[in-house]
């Protein structure tokens, strides 16, 4: 039977790349027919590696559980828990750190860009290691931990998780030799390339993204119809011209600029359209219309998650949240115990 895992960083409300991107797939996955495990995480653990305010996270880590459960996450069929909750996940990081070496780790991207960001340089700049993270730097061995503690075999995310989800598949290819066994499968990503989100603002653009310090890049789940219409106004276009233009032929998704297929990759995923059949609709229009369109669609799609999440977030369920996450802990612990032991008899480390 499969066993589906993945996770979350609790740095803020889900945006729609967190949503179209990851979180519809979860939901998705739940209405399989096949015997499965699902695993849902709110990972805390991860989000450390950058500085927070323990207040804010605090707050940020219950908004996410409760977004999560507002996109139709069901915990009865999912375990959903919080990475921190369960020690085991630090535990196996231990474990495949002392796999790993600063080689390959070097060449992720992640550490760079966020160490890129801290430092205020442009893309190309070398950063300074000396000031990077260990935390940061070894990010991905925590993530692989969280995939591999479950043997999972279906991580499903965005496209920009793939690097780290090649790790987990090498870091468990290496125990699975050199401990001479088949203990862990395989992880493999399930993304839809389609739906990578970017950023309604900056050039060029780049995914759209939690950390941005721009708050009008993004669209929160939770955004309000206005505020999902200004942004949408604002976001970046192109200066052509649509109504100038010569050529009649309808263009391609990839022949748009980026912030214009953008919008229409938006409004396809919130409407189920192919975009290729919305594009004919809005083609050699000025952007007005196509923006008003995708702030509505966007609304029509997020409106009910935004009612379900400020349901939940009554003071009278708070009491609700605080029961799903000690038993996802229950249930996320007990597998992970199992597990993990098993992983400590591999390496010689168990119980005497
Ligand atoms: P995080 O919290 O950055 O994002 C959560 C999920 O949203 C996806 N995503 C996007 N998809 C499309 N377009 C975008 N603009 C966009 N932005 C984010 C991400 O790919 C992700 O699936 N390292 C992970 C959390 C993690 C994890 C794991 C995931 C920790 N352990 C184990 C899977 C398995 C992260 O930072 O996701």
């Not at 043997?151 to 995310?157: A, E, F, Q, S, Y």
């Not at 699975?176 to 900056?202: E, H, Q, S, W, Y």
């Not at 949240?321 to 993990?340: C, D, F, M, P, Y």
């Amino acid at each position: 039977p499969r066993v589906v895992f993945s996770g979350i960083q609790p740095t803020g409300v889900p945006h729609l790349g967190n949503y179209f991107g990851a979180l519809s797939q979860w939901v998705e996955m739940q209405n399989s027919p096949e015997p499965q495990t699902l695993l849902y995480s709110v990972v805390g653990l991860h989000a450390l590696t950058m500085p927070q305010d323990a207040k804010k996270l605090r707050e940020d880590r219950l908004n996410t559980l409760a977004s999560i459960l507002a996109v139709g996450v069901d915990p009865k069929k999912a375990v959903l828990f919080f990475q921190e909750d369960v020690p085991h996940h630090a535990e196996l990081a231990w474990l495949l750190n002392c796999m790993v070496n600063i080689g390959r780790l070097k060449r992720m991207t992640t550490w760079k860009s966020k160490l890129q960001i801290q430092q205020n340089l442009d893309v190309d700049t070398e950063v300074d290691e000396s000031g990077l993270n260990l935390g940061l730097f070894t990010y991905p061995v925590l993530q692989a931990a969280d995939v591999l503690l479950y043997r999972t075999t279906h991580v499903p995310v965005g496209e920009d998780q793939r690097q780290h989800l090649e790790l987990a598949r090498e870091l468990a290819q290496k125990v699975n030799r050199v401990m001479k066994t088949d203990f862990f499968p395989l992880p493999m990503a399930v993304t839809n390339p389609a739906k990578r989100i970017l950023a309604l603002r900056g050039s060029p653009p780049k995914k759209m993204s939690k950390s941005a310090p721009d708050e009008r890049s993004r669209i929160m789940i939770t955004d309000s119809s206005e505020y999902i219409q200004h942004k949408i106004k604002t976001a970046v276009t192109d200066s052509v011209d649509p109504e100038a233009i010569a050529d009649e032929s309808v263009p391609n998704l990839a022949d748009l600029s980026p912030g214009v297929a953008n919008l229409y990759t938006i409004m396809s995923c919130c409407t189920g359209e192919d975009t290729s059949d919305i594009i004919p609709r809005y083609y050699r229009q000025r952007y007005g219309r196509l923006k008003a369109d995708v702030a509505e669609a966007i609304n029509a799609k997020i409106a009910p998650i935004r009612a379900e999440f400020e349901r939940l977030k009554r003071p009278e369920n708070a009491g609700y949240l605080t029961q799903v996450a000690a038993e996802g802990r229950e249930r996320a612990s007990e597998i992970a115990e199992k597990n993990l032991s098993q992983i400590k008899a591999l390496l010689g480390i168990q119980r005497i």
